[in-house]
């Protein structure tokens, strides 16, 4: 067996083909204009691998038939792919690889509706995104909804694209490196943001990882894809999975938000500080006018004594 044995999909899907695709061909359009380093490029590219491997792959019979499998599945599709596309900060790249007259007549207009503006501005809140990010993970973790999404493919597909889209709102949120605006939180508040979603994650994979009973027996009924392994401990490594690499995802993305907190502080660019800036500015600025001022008026006042 060889790579692309792997690469070829278990179930082929022209929607995960589709998704997929169109921002990978919109971002080859756009970064050059977009003069996206390198770096960058790298991060996105990466990402959006991650996700194909982790949707499109014949790994996919493993996600489906092994809990720890499936736990590093929505790993990828909820942490690792969302954040390193986030990471790349791809916004200008993609904005630019639509055509200009598509994003006059029909980008643009949809952005700006009522309907899609105040969307956004509810998933974006802070309090929000937090609930959303950790709420998926513990809804779908419930012992009785795991059971039905993993028999219903349609189930099963809602499950891992609602992983893939609160996750790239998620880390798009906390991941912006601009000030606040344009971006929608302050530095400050990214960092909390994400330090928020640590402790519900270790939580859950602590919960699932010291029970002493089998939580999800989907998998022994459907059958398993490693018949060497327990299932209690496949349950064990999939709270593991959840308990530490999807906490320290959480830590990394903290400290990238606080080192973009640091960076535009030192910068002057955070919004306390602009507005310092300018006051000290204008008060400087009111010195100079009426020094200038009082300098004509002792001229003045010279002359005609002179």
Not at 99 to 128: E, G, I
Not at 151 to 157: A, E, I, K, N, T
Not at 181 to 202: D, T
Request: charged letters at 15%.
């Amino acid at each position: 067996m060889n790579l692309l044995y792997w690469l070829d999909p278990w179930e082929f899907s022209p929607t995960v083909v589709l998704a997929l695709l169109v921002p990978a061909v919109l971002f080859v359009r756009g970064a050059g204009r977009a003069k996206v380093s390198m770096a960058r490029r790298i991060a996105f590219w990466f990402g959006l691998v991650a996700l194909y491997v982790a949707l499109h792959t014949r790994l996919d019979y493993f996600f489906e038939h092994e809990f720890f499998m499936h736990r590093a599945q929505h790993l990828v599709l909820h942490h690792l792919g969302p954040f390193f596309i986030a990471l790349s900060y791809p916004g200008a790249a993609l904005r630019a690889g639509i055509p200009f007259s598509w994003r006059q007549r029909f980008v643009r207009p949809v952005l700006a509706t009522p309907a899609v503006r105040k969307l956004l501005d509810v998933v974006m809140h802070p309090v929000v995104a937090v609930v959303l990010f950790v709420g998926l993970i513990y809804f779908w973790l419930m012992s009785p909804i795991h059971f039905v999404a993993m028999l219903d493919w349609r189930l099963y597909r809602v499950m891992n694209w609602s992983m893939v889209i609160d996750g790239l709102l998620f880390w798009w949120l906390v991941l912006d490196p601009r000030p606040a605006p344009p971006a929608r939180l302050s530095p400050g508040k990214r960092v909390l943001v994400v330090i928020a979603a640590i402790p519900p994650q270790i939580v859950l994979g602590a919960f699932i990882f010291f029970t002493p009973h089998e939580l999800y027996p989907i998998y022994s009924i459907c059958g398993r894809a490693f018949t060497w392994l327990s299932p209690m401990r496949d349950q064990q490594i999939g709270g593991l999975l959840l308990w530490i690499p999807g906490s320290m995802m959480s830590v990394i993305g903290a400290l990238i938000a606080l080192r973009h907190w640091m960076r535009l502080s030192a910068r002057g660019r955070l919004r306390g500080e602009r507005r310092a800036m300018a006051r000290g500015a204008a008060r400087a600025d009111a010195n100079r006018a009426t020094n200038a001022l009082a300098a004509r008026t002792a001229s003045s006042t010279d002359t005609s004594r002179g």
